[in-house]
């Protein structure tokens, strides 16, 4: 009998060897691949079952794991994003839970704001307005006394490159993820419902449509931010109607960017006309199009920047995410409350139902202690 019972063992992140799973020197695979395989004790060599003649066996998912650098940097850049996720699963059971995720989800987008903000602090701010062009800051930093030769506008492209390049390696990552693992679409039964929030719900882990959709609006936001700005910070250089053309329509990218992550059709993409497919691709050329005509206004000929001060226009963003992350809590909190008194007696929520505004500060204060760029907005 003990040999039909066998005892399967599975790794953490960690990841360990097969051979330390099973505590057995010699193992063989017996099914599977070198990167998702089942292990057991190669016959012969020693003893090969577990007590009572259980046989032993390994999982080992070498795409599973990561080390200790990965799983640092993971933490600090998405741990903020995880409890504002967490935050639009910990809803009341009363109402029908739209406007909570609609909330968390633009807190959610807040926080890419604030990351994408603090990259800007530390290389658009610091580095290319205030740094370069204060001789003794420079001094005997080759590596940042070339970018004084470069006038105003490509100095601020050049260092823009950098938020630039690194929300293109966050996008990356996240599709790569979509592309290796969730490359199919699930069924969602013959009734063609969308699967709700039940975890046994057909197709509900199958989220790389309203993921990708997610992914592109906040890739979009992240671009809008960076493309605000350079150019707010150039225009009060020059005055040009450009200018104020580029500005008025980055803020209008950002403003559609919210109403769609606002917006029932998020909720439940497999339901009815999916119309949201044939707005994330007009999305993508609206930022592709905001941004190259920011960076032809930036090699435009201005006046040179006076010595002092920070950048333009930083303190006013950063002070007006902080303001805005504000509102978002007190009203997560206000509904929520109301939620939970219209729920049924016998519904019981996690935390009393403040689960939602409680994550929600979790998350935007971590965001406010992880990202440090935006902790000088004052100058």
């Known amino acids: 009998?003990?040999?039909?019972?066998?005892?399967?063992?599975v790794h953490g992140v960690t990841g360990v060897r097969a051979e330390e799973l099973l505590d057995h020197p010699v193992v063989v695979r017996v099914a599977g691949d070198r990167d998702a395989g089942f292990y057991r004790p190669r016959p012969g060599f020693g003893?090969?079952?577990?007590?009572?003649?259980?046989?032993?066996?390994?999982?080992?998912?070498?795409?599973?794991?990561?080390?200790?650098?990965?799983?640092?940097?993971?933490?600090?850049?998405?741990?903020?994003?995880?409890?504002?996720?967490?935050?639009?699963?910990?809803?009341?059971?009363g109402g029908n839970g739209d406007t909570v995720k609609a909330l968390c989800r633009v807190l959610g987008a807040t926080i890419t704001v604030i990351f994408v903000l603090s990259i800007i602090g530390v290389t658009v701010d610091l580095v290319g307005w205030q740094c370069v062009q204060y001789r003794p800051c420079t001094a005997g930093r080759g590596y940042l006394g070339w970018l004084a030769a470069f006038p105003i506008g490509p100095r601020l492209v050049v260092l823009a490159v950098f938020p630039a390049a690194t929300i293109r390696l966050i996008w990356w990552v996240g599709s790569r993820s979509a592309r290796s693992?969730?490359?199919?679409?699930?069924?969602?039964?013959?009734?063609?419902?969308?699967?709700?929030?039940?975890?046994?719900?057909?197709?509900?882990?199958?989220?790389?449509?309203?993921?990708?959709?997610?992914?592109?609006?906040?890739?979009?936001?992240?671009?809008?931010t960076l493309d605000v700005s350079v150019v707010v910070a150039l225009f009060t250089l020059d005055r040009r109607?450009?200018?104020?053309?580029?500005?008025?329509?980055?803020?209008?990218?950002?403003?559609v960017c919210v109403v769609l992550l606002c917006l029932p059709a998020l909720s439940a993409p497999h339901s009815g006309w999916d119309w949201t497919r044939s707005v994330i691709r007009p999305l993508?050329?609206?930022?592709?199009?905001?941004?190259?005509?920011?960076?032809?206004?930036?090699?435009?000929?201005?006046?040179?920047?006076?010595?002092?001060?920070?950048l333009p226009g930083f303190a006013?963003?950063?002070?007006?995410?902080?303001?805005?992350?504000a509102a978002l809590l007190v009203a997560l909190a206000v509904i929520t409350v109301w939620q939970q008194r219209a729920?049924?007696?016998?519904?019981?929520?996690?935390?009393?139902?403040?689960?939602?505004?409680?994550?929600g500060a979790i998350a935007a204060g971590l965001a406010g202690d992880l990202y440090p760029g935006v902790r000088h907005p004052a100058g």
């Open 284 to 310: 993508r050329v609206a930022v592709a199009a905001i941004t190259v005509l920011s960076i032809g206004y930036a090699a435009l000929p201005r006046p040179p920047v006076p010595q002092g001060g920070a």
């Open 316 to 325: 006013l963003s950063v002070n007006s995410v902080i303001l805005g992350q």
């Open 241 to 255: 109607p450009v200018g104020v053309a580029l500005i008025v329509a980055a803020v209008l990218l950002l403003a």
């Open 343 to 359: 729920a049924p007696p016998s519904a019981r929520a996690f935390f009393r139902g403040l689960g939602a505004p409680v994550f």
């Open 181 to 224: 693992y969730e490359a199919f679409e699930s069924t969602y039964g013959t009734s063609g419902a969308p699967p709700g929030d039940r975890l046994d719900a057909p197709g509900f882990w199958s989220g790389e449509t309203l993921v990708g959709r997610l992914r592109s609006i906040h890739v979009a936001i992240a671009y809008g």
């Open 1 to 9: 009998m003990s040999r039909d019972v066998v005892e399967l063992r």
């Open 47 to 93: 003893v090969t079952s577990g007590p009572g003649g259980v046989v032993i066996e390994a999982y080992q998912w070498r795409n599973l794991t990561a080390s200790t650098v990965s799983r640092t940097l993971s933490l600090i850049f998405l741990l903020p994003f995880m409890f504002s996720n967490l935050a639009a699963w910990l809803r009341p059971p």
